[in-house]
């Protein structure tokens, strides 16, 4: 609606619909008059109650680190369930010593997009470090690994072509598939019946190129997908194949390379993308594959081209911290025990961890990482539940929609390798109280 004027400075309230409540009217001012007109972002005060009322809104703590293994909020101290920083290695000596390092030697900001001026010596050695650990040909870096999804996946596929997405993917890669124009094809989660009849409905003359976006261990859900299926599907239907292993980069595989490495399908894989956020316990995002393609990317993926680069000191801590992965695998086996130790003590408390439906999807793999969700239904009963284990010094946060589908709000449990049996124990005593 246009602004009204004001004559001589009085304010007046304008006519509004009945839709619009007298809270939603402001006052705005310049030198010589007043003007009154209809706050624009009015509509948020109701949308915002509806997120209450639905138990839906969030709140934005602010947290103090204490160790691996704990955190603090509001001066009181909680083992930490809820942080990706997996193998401890966000406050690791070697991590946070290259980071002082690099900020020394390459001042703090990167200053510019990586293709102006923006790139400098530690993206380029963690870039060929990433590549040579990960087995391929070349790496890029991103600022995150939110922004290394959008580029790819724009810059791989447009109008004219499909790509082909589980329903359970993550943010990033869905908004990619939006972003890049290309027809979006949503198969079931973990579906490979139901992908392979997209796949098989869609004639080549339809689709210029196809692709496959898959998480490699589900976020929410903590399971992977069927890789070596789809592997098979992408070649016997011509696709290009993205796997995101956020997750599972430093955590699955005999090597920490992920899901890809565990399964033997990594030669297979036209790219993929992980984050340096996670264990790496850095910030950045990057893609690993064919030289070809990474040159493709560093050409047109524009969350790389016209974003300003990672800071050099998060590069140089993400290798740091990859020295740390290859030098210490007992980390990466303590995780494991850990996922076993809580996923039978759960299961024997008798709390549901999968809320996938098997009969429609088939055998699932196994729980592969640091990510166990305890499966409760309702955002409310969630909330509550949280909020129990709270009282007990447990943080395990409530994930409700729109994160995860309506009727599926489930607390998630991260695992982290500096959880102690006692730590854990307290958990599965907590949740053991909680059942009944
Ligand atoms: C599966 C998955 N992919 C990508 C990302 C994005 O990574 P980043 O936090 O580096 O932007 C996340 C992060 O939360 C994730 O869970």
């Not at 991103?142 to 596929?157: E, K, S």
């Not at 990594?266 to 393609?293: D, M, N």
């Not at 309702?378 to 284990?389: E, W």
Request: net charge neutral.
């Amino acid at each position: 609606m246009a602004d009204k004027p004001i004559d001589g400075g009085r304010r007046i309230r304008a006519l509004v619909s009945t839709a619009l409540k007298p809270a939603t009217i402001v006052d705005m001012k310049d030198n010589s008059n007043v003007a009154t007109r209809l706050d624009p972002l009015a509509w948020l005060d109701d949308d915002l109650a509806q997120l209450d009322a639905n138990s839906l809104r969030r709140e934005r703590r602010v947290g103090r680190r204490v160790d691996a293994a704990h955190i603090e909020f509001d001066g009181r101290k909680y083992v930490n369930f809820a942080s990706n920083d997996y193998l401890g290695l966000a406050d690791h000596p070697r991590v946070v010593a290259a980071a002082e390092a690099a900020a020394r030697e390459h001042g703090w900001g990167a200053g510019a997009s990586p293709l102006v001026t923006g790139r400098h010596a530690a993206h380029a050695r963690l870039e060929a470090r990433l590549a040579e650990f990960m087995g391929t040909e070349a790496a890029l870096v991103l600022p995150t690994g939110f922004a290394a999804n959008l580029g790819t996946i724009a810059a791989l596929v447009g109008r004219g072509d499909i790509v082909f997405s589980d329903a359970l993917n993550h943010a990033s890669l869905i908004d990619g598939c939006r972003l890049s124009r290309a027809t979006v094809s949503v198969y079931d989660h973990n579906n490979l019946e139901e992908l392979e009849r997209q796949l098989a409905a869609t004639p080549s003359s339809m689709a210029r190129r196809r692709l496959i976006v898959t998480d490699s261990l589900f976020s929410m859900d903590g399971q992977t997908p069927r890789l070596a299926e789809l592997c098979d599907l992408a070649e016997r239907y011509d696709a290009m194949l993205l796997v995101d292993e956020a997750h599972a980069l430093g955590v699955v595989g005999p090597n920490g390379r992920g899901v890809c490495e565990a399964m033997g399908v990594e030669g297979r894989i036209s790219a993929r993308v992980a984050t340096l956020s996670k264990a790496l316990g850095s910030s950045g995002g990057f893609v690993a594959g064919s030289a070809k393609l990474i040159e493709w990317l560093a050409n047109r993926a524009r969350s790389y081209v016209f974003s300003t680069a990672a800071t050099p000191a998060s590069a140089a801590a993400a290798m740091a911290a990859l020295d740390v992965v290859i030098a210490e695998p007992q980390r990466r086996l303590q995780l494991h025990d850990n996922l076993l130790r809580l996923t039978d003590a759960l299961s024997i408390l008798g709390w549901r961890l999968s809320a996938v439906d098997r009969s429609r999807v088939g055998d699932l793999q196994p729980t592969l990482g640091a990510i166990v969700p305890v499966i409760v239904g309702d955002s409310r009963q969630a909330l509550d539940l949280a909020a129990q284990l709270a009282e007990r010094g447990l943080w395990v946060p409530a994930i409700r929609p729109p994160t995860v589908p309506v009727g599926t709000a489930r607390l998630r449990i991260s695992l982290s390798c500096a959880h102690t049996p006692d730590l854990l124990a307290r958990l599965v005593t907590a949740l053991g109280e909680l059942a009944n």
